[in-house]
């Protein structure tokens, strides 16, 4: 699925990535693990760039656009479905069957009741669910977040970590609560000092593996 | 569906101007433009700078009006500025920046004539009115942290120069070199009423269709705009304000009498300026001459004002929305780019009044040039701004791309921004509107040049001030709006 | 080298006032194209020099107003004035004289000029045929291009300008106002009748497309009006001089760019007659 064979990537002249050997299959579940800066966000961009047609995206900052509303911001996700005429027309006034489908998915993220309030007015964590709705909605096989529960309660992180995984056959996820990342993927990819220090089946790795890479 | 309140604000004024739009006259009059907008074409693509008489010598006095009118006005508005908070400081700052430049300069025509003193000061006070405004504004802006910190007891004085100037000091700067290139423009169209800038040759090679010398003259202000940061040198500004005086041919010498004259008799209402004494019977028949003037120019005058503002406000951010692309790299190469900026410096550096002037030749004396020609200038201007807004928004790796892009990612975040521009230039376009009226579009300004022709300087104020009136009222409307939508932004642009 | 620099801008201060002290300055109104009007009135200007022996200097101006205001300012003294522009300086300027006119301009002539389209035949009478349609003067303060011209519609058509037609425009000048009519921005126009041959002589006009439909009755027009205090720095007599030399005026070539036959004497009153249409249409108070 994707493959990085001795790939770089810096940033400004800055070397953030060197040297990285990487391939993760269909059907994995992968937390990226590391201090910030570490590289994890460079580095799904680097698997996005691999698979853009079959990955959503859910980007650190969320990159929603504040004033839309949540219906809009959701619908995004499946711009490229529909011609742009359609698409104009949903921005002026949603078609119904659009907002029942989008709905669906606003259903299981709690946020149905702000539906058609703009992003900039709700909470952090009700952005947050927003931009993985957004994901949700473009009904991709693979989903690549970046800390898409890091403004979220521990009660809701599982709750959204489960619809990801239930929603999607790979995912790739950087993240750093130790806990839900052994709970919810099979596979940790530590990343320190621009490369690759750790690669294991969660299940032969504890929460203490993990915060040695939090060291410095 | 609820609309957002920007998006009601925008239909609103929509709506209104698509009811104007009943009333004005927009017909396209020319019958046979071709033949002339062919020469024009040709004159355009065939530049002569041999053929414009004086040319460097009107190149200079363009210069030095700018020159030495930004320096007065920003000597002038920095002043007013510390005073601002001021009971009557700021509408008078309103009231001098609502007549425009070229009211200004047939005013101090008449006491002080041809003489580079009229032009400087036309500059200088409008200018002085707009400085005064945002030099107060980015005063306010300064760190308040870092006044709190101040040792209570700290004289006015004190803080002002230890922490507020210092702070602002870069964006005042930016600022004050920005109004330099708008007076560039300010300068040439002065020569539209006979200051020997180059508005002066334009106008004459214009009449006469000598459209090869109006290429030269466009070339060579295109490339005077373009290439301002290099001739200007900061550090050097007041020494150019010293030799900027050796570029005038004609004498300062003034007559004071014509000045005093002026302003004792001159304007002073006819039936009070005829009577023997001022009794009842010469205040009202003031009273029937001012009733005269306000029902037979200024009341048709501001009807039509409004409906080409309205019509023309709504073009210009309807021209906005297609032009901020052209310059935006969410949108175009380096090379789409590259074009989209030429187009649009070329379309905003070209004085409205110019456009007009062109498009009035090609579709016949209605409203409809002064539109068009209002859109294009506005437009182009916000679009710049707007396009190097966008530029850095937040971008995401999965982001749509063409019109979806436009819709759904990049409209929706500047919309705010734009509107808040757009407001903004309401107060300019009016007073923009009002000059299109010497060329013949029945606005206010078309009252009072023709006021300024009969020489009855006496109705000219009384119209002048009623365009003074306008815009003040056009000034608090836009400033209630923005306040009301929270557009906050206080854009560079004027 | 900044004190060398404000003192070389005083001192050019000093030295523009002084140069300019004596000069003997004067204006016209630009009625046509301003670089011809150039030409003609720097030969002028030279003519003038050689015949009163000062300084002589021809300034350009853009409006009929202008003109009116430099004169009254004493910015000039001497002025080539339209019958209405003439009227109304010397009404501001005390002792201020009409010294001269040409010999056309004790009668001089209005066309009304129509494009094709308009349909409207030449006649002897006012063709009353023209309301309804579009129509433009030349400039507002012009006497052949404006007050003559709306006097002979308020009296026939019974109305102002802007009643009668559909839409009424300001075009400048009589070049423009042919300009303006040949395109069909309008489609009638009212021009000076020594501009319209002018032109035609030149081949500017295309006979094919605008003609002209009528001829007002004859009025004085263009003359030379001289400040009353110009004694006062050339000397006694020299209004005197400056008549002498303007009816002394012979080249053919310089006549020719007025287009005059000869300069007549004038007086104030052969105006009244302009003074009294001004008031009629309100144009003067």
Known sequence: ?????????????????????????????????????AGKST????????????????????????TLSVFHNVYMGRLHCHGSFYNLRNLVSPRRAEIDRVREITDKLGISEKMFEPVGQLSGGQQQRTAVGRALFCGRDVALGDEPVSSVDEHQSREILRILNESHETVVLAMHDMALALEFTDRVIGLKDRRIVLDEASSDLTTSDLARIYKA | MQFSPPVRASLGFVGLALICLFFADIEV?????????????????????????????????????????????????????????????????????????????????????????????????????????????ILEEADAGAIAALPAGTSHLSSFFYVRLPDVRAHLKTYSFYRLECALRSSAVLGFVGLPTLGFHLETAFKQGQYSEVSALLIVFYILIATIRFWVRPKYFWLYVIAAPLAFKTSVAIDWSNVTRFFAHDIVPMPLRRAETIDFAAISATGDWLWRIMTEQAFPGIISTLVLTQIALVATG???????????????????????????????????????????????????????????????????????????????????????????????????QFLAFLFYRWEVILRETAILGILGVATLGFYVDSAFEDIRFDVALVLILTTAMLNICVDIISRNIRARLRLTTTPDAG | MLRKLIFTTAMCFVSLSLAHA???????????????????????????????????????????????????????????????????????????????????????????????????????????????????????????????????????????????????GFSGDHSRTIALVQSGAYQIGAVNFSVWDNEMKAGHIDKAKVSIIWKTPTYPDYQWTIRGDVAKKWGAGFTGKVTKALLGMKDPDLLASFPRKSFIPASNSDYDPIRRTGLAIGILD
């Open chain 2, 318 to 416: 309807v021209l906005t929305l297609f032009f901020f692309p052209l310059v935006s790299q969410r949108f175009f190469g380096i090379f789409g780019r590259n074009l989209g900026h030429v187009f649009l410096v070329v379309v905003r550096s070209t004085p409205e009044y110019i456009l007009a002037y062109i498009l009035l030749q090609l579709w016949g004396p209605s409203m409809f040039p002064a539109v068009v020609a209002l859109s294009l200038h506005n437009g182009a201007i916000i679009g710049h701004l707007i396009g190097r807004h966008t530029d850095e928004l937040p971008q995401r790796a999965d982001a749509p791309h063409g019109l979806n892009l436009y819709a759904f990612e990049v409209l929706p975040r500047v919309y705010g």
């Open chain 2, 29 to 137: 009059t020319t019958i046979d433009p071709w033949r002339e907008m062919g020469r024009l074409g040709l004159g355009i693509l065939t530049p002569d700078f041999s053929a414009v008489e004086r040319l460097g010598d009107a190149l200079l006095q363009t210069v030095a009006f700018a020159i030495l009118g930004v320096a007065a006005g920003g000597i002038l508005g920095f002043s007013l500025a510390t005073i601002y908070h001021l009971p009557l400081v700021r509408p008078f700052c309103a009231f001098i920046r609502s007549i425009h430049e070229i009211f200004w300069a047939l005013i101090f025509l008449q006491g002080f004539g041809l003489t580079p003193l009229t032009g400087v000061l036309a500059i200088a006070i409008p200018y002085a009115g707009i400085f005064a405004k945002v030099y107060s504004e």
């Open chain 1, 43 to 66: 580095l799904l961009g680097m698997l996005y760039e691999q698979q853009k047609d079959n990955a959503a995206l859910i980007p650190q900052d969320s990159s929603l656009v504040k």
């Open chain 3, 22 to 168: 004596e000069t003997f300055v004067f204006t016209a109104i630009p009625d046509e194209d301003a670089s011809r009007l150039r030409e003609r009135f720097d030969k002028v200007a030279v003519y003038l020099s050689k015949q009163l022996a000062v300084d002589v200097r021809y300034v350009p101006v853009k409006s009929y107003s202008a003109a009116v205001s430099a004169f009254r300012n004493n910015q000039v003294q001497l002025a080539w004035f339209g019958g209405l522009s003439g009227v109304r300086a010397r009404s501001l300027v005390e002792g201020s004289q009409a010294i001269a006119q040409g010999w056309e301009d004790q009668s001089f002539v209005t066309y009304f000029i129509a494009h094709v389209s308009a349909g409207v035949k030449a006649s002897k009478s006012f063709p009353k045929s023209i309301a309804g349609k579009t129509f433009t003067f030349g400039s507002k303060g012009s006497t052949s291009g404006r007050l003559m011209p709306e006097f002979y519609i308020r009296e026939n058509l019974k109305a102002a300008p802007n009643k009668v037609f559909s839409r009424v």
């Open chain 1, 1 to 37: 699925m994707f493959q990085l064979d001795g790939a770089s990537a810096s940033y400004n002249g800055h070397a953030v990535l060197t040297d990285l050997k990487l391939k993760i299959s269909r059907g994995e579940r992968v937390a990226l693990v590391g201090r910030s800066g």
